[in-house]
Nanobody
């Protein structure tokens, strides 16, 4: 079992940047692939980015490629999503998720553990 807590959300103008962090506790963090998903009001939860347990493999949604970067620090039990060149359509609640022995899947059903989410709002 692993517990996840996101932080770093907020309000930013279009073109700005935010850095989301997810702190994990409980079971060995490095056993998990980690993902970021988001959900806007009235929309389905969608994949944003994922990273394998080692950090050697990353996966991004087409909508964020070149703007967002996922990274992890297994010594500090954290995963980070650096978001640059933000757009109003990036506005959503962002969730951190953990997939035991996963490889960084974009499919949310594969993730066993979820954080409570953090709100990101991008104004135009």
């Amino acid at each position: 079992q692993v517990q996840l807590v996101e932080s770093g959300g907020g309000l930013v103008q279009a073109g700005g940047s935010l850095r989301l962090s997810c702190a994990a506790s409980g079971r060995t963090f490095r056993d998990y692939a980690m993902g970021w998903f988001r959900q806007a009001p009235g929309k389905e939860r969608e994949f944003v980015a994922a990273i394998s347990w080692s950090g050697g493999t990353t996966n991004y949604a087409d909508s964020v490629k070149g703007r967002f970067r996922i990274s992890r620090d297994n010594a500090k039990n954290t995963v980070t999503l650096q978001m640059n060149s933000l757009k109003p359509e990036d506005t959503a609640v962002y969730y951190c998720a953990a997939d035991l022995y996963g490889l960084g899947s974009p499919v949310y059903e594969g993730y066993e553990h979820w954080g409570q989410g953090t709100q990101v709002t991008v104004s135009s």
